[in-house]
């Protein structure tokens, strides 16, 4: 194995609420750094003091008016204030940055679900975002009647949008990965894997596909 195979490295994982991909972003990152690398997590929407504000307005029950496209800008502007405050440090030092959500959510939720296109979202992010990409994006995939079991019975805004809508969401993480797997040189590597499967399963594919992404 490349000693320097996590070194400098960004990888998302993604997917529709309730997916597990906090929990596989946790396994990740704790056996990436079992073989002794520096890793870093961060929360997209948050992290930032300017971040968290934002976060607050996105998932806060008091903005149900607000429209898709405002939705995408101020997922943007907390990413671009995260990009420059603390992944391209952490990038920068050496680190292995191993985040759940990115560029990828937006196209889903506000690019899919949302009706403002998916080719739009990655349009904008290439003006606000230094880095659109990151290295490896894994989708975790899971059926709505599965996902939406496993969420909190409090609700954010977001998680509140209704059946109709999460299921747009799931469509839109495929028809993202069917538009940008095949141009890996600009949008890195793209894997779907069905996170329908028992927690230590889902885990050892996760691994695999990183490592098969990142050592291509």
Known sequence: MNND?????????????????????????AHIESLGYKVENFRDPGTTIIGEAIRGILLGHDYHGMDDNVELLLYMAARAQLWKEKIAPALAAGSCVVMDRWLSSSCAYQGYAGGFGI??????????????????????????????????????????????????????????????????????????I?????IETVQEIVLEKVLESLTA
């Open 194 to 198: 069905d996170a329908s499967q028992d």
């Open 5 to 29: 195979i996590f070194t400098s490295k960004f990888v998302v994982l993604d997917g529709p609420d309730g997916c597990g991909k906090t929990t596989q972003t946790k396994l990740l990152s």
């Open 119 to 192: 080719e739009a979202v990655v349009d904008i992010a290439n003006i606000s975002l230094k880095r659109s990409f990151p290295d490896t994006t894994i989708i975790l995939d899971l059926p709505l009647d599965k996902s939406s079991s496993r969420l909190d019975e409090s609700l954010d805004r977001m998680e509140a949008k209704g059946d109709i809508y999460h299921r747009k969401v799931r469509d839109g993480y495929i028809e993202f990965a069917k538009l940008y797997k095949s141009n890996e040189g600009a949008a890195g590597a793209i894997h779907i």
